[in-house]
């Protein structure tokens, strides 16, 4: 006979408590998404023993950062996403502040999605990446209008099948990986990749959803937080030593568009089928999410929030803003950057209290560390701002 599992009460809805394995997934899934695209591109460029050290760099540094949050979320008595801890360590104008710098982010992530949906679907189908562009943006704008709860679904079947294609793909290219390409280096391009990897790593939003439905758990949800903040880490790894491998210098800023020429169409297919619906469900799952917050915690119309957030990356579109890796590394270099500063704020903020956490999630040595972790994010958003100043 089948039992049902107990339900939790998560922002006003009943949610089944999920199991351990459940608990990895859902960080997994909402961390792998179409930031992976862009990691190829930018390692290629600066050399690709250097792209995997920045990688393992900023994946150790991003498991630091998701512990952290954890920890602050075990023992702030609720489940709260960023905005909500920054209100309640560092005021109301901290929330703000960082809720705008969220918008934006996101706004920018929606961007990419509309630039690299184009390349793709031109990819597959023919015709001109802009004409796709505009299609896609379109169709995706309906879904997000229409705020379908049959998305969020979709999105985790999505999820799953998109890390199932990777590793396949990964490991179908493995065999034609040339040594040649592990020796090459560009010293000038040092810091492209950083950008697109913070991008990639980024699945903050995920921790709160975990706690709340490990209730009373917290060495369940630390073995989720470590293993599913590790598990993307390596499929970024695995993906970069396979297409860069192989590819070398002629890596697409959208990665699966150039493996059609090399591994005939079947693999050309199979790609960017994975890159598509990894972009669209992005698109769909984040528009939406944008579109409740404007809704509920600035009050705003449905139809004023949800035109601000499919006008705003179009138009920028529209305005020549079409390199995919850039928007990529403006996103994860500058406000995600900015973003993690935060967070080590308001972690330092919460152990001043006194507000630990107890059942085997503490942090060690957190006060310490975050020190050299404040200082890489500070210097990666100086250098993101030099950049686009620059340009």
């Excluded at 290629?44 to 150790?60: S, W």
């Excluded at 934006?104 to 992530?109: C, I, P, Q, V, Y």
């Excluded at 990819?123 to 049959?150: C, K, P």
């Excluded at 009373?216 to 970024?236: E, K, N, Q, S």
Aim: proline residues 3%.
């Amino acid at each position: 006979m089948l039992v049902d599992k107990p339900l939790v009460l998560h922002q006003g809805v009943y949610k089944k408590i999920a199991t351990l394995p459940e608990a990895i997934f859902m960080i997994t899934g909402m961390t792998i998404g179409a930031g992976i695209l862009g990691i190829p591109y930018v390692v290629a460029q600066a050399g690709l023993v250097v792209g995997l050290a920045q990688i393992a760099f900023l994946g150790i540094i991003t498991l630091f950062l998701n512990m952290m949050i954890g920890e602050i979320t075990v023992c702030a008595g609720e489940n709260l996403q960023l905005p909500g801890l920054a209100a309640k360590y560092l005021g109301s104008s901290a929330k703000a502040i960082l809720a705008t710098i969220l918008a934006f982010g996101s706004l920018g992530a929606l961007l990419a999605y509309i630039v690299g949906e184009g390349v793709a679907l031109s990819a597959l189908f023919g015709g001109d990446a802009f004409s796709w562009s505009i299609i896609f943006w379109s169709l995706a704008s309906y879904f997000v209008w229409r705020g379908l709860s049959t998305v969020k679904i979709f999105e985790k079947i999505v999820s799953f099948a998109v890390i199932l294609i990777i590793v396949f793909l990964s490991v179908y290219l493995l065999p034609a990986v040339r040594a040649e390409n592990f020796f090459y280096f560009n010293l000038g391009n040092i810091f492209l990749p950083y950008g697109v990897i913070l991008f990639a790593l980024n699945g903050v939003p995920a921790i709160a959803e975990a706690h709340a439905l490990l209730p009373g758990r917290p060495r369940d949800f630390r073995r989720a937080v470590v293993i599913g903040t590790a598990i993307p880490i390596l499929v970024y790894l695995l993906f970069a030593v396979a297409v860069v491998g192989v590819s070398g210098l002629s890596v697409s800023e959208v990665a699966t568009v150039g493996l059609g020429a090399r591994f005939g169409v079947g693999i050309s297919v199979l790609a960017n089928v994975f890159a598509i619906l990894a972009m669209a469900t992005g698109f769909v799952g984040l528009g939406t999410a944008l579109r409740d917050t404007f809704r509920w915690d600035y009050r705003l119309s449905n139809w004023l929030a949800t035109w601000l957030v499919i006008s705003f990356p179009l138009t920028l579109f529209l305005l020549g803003i079409k390199s995919f890796v850039a928007i990529l590394g403006v996103v994860g270099g500058l406000f995600i950057a900015v973003e993690s500063i935060f967070m080590v704020i308001i972690y330092w903020v919460a152990r001043h209290r006194g507000d630990t956490a107890g059942g085997g999630f503490a942090v060690r040595h957190a006060l310490l560390l975050g020190i050299p972790v404040l200082m890489v994010f500070t210097i990666v958003a100086l250098l993101s701002i030099a950049k686009f100043l620059v340009k």
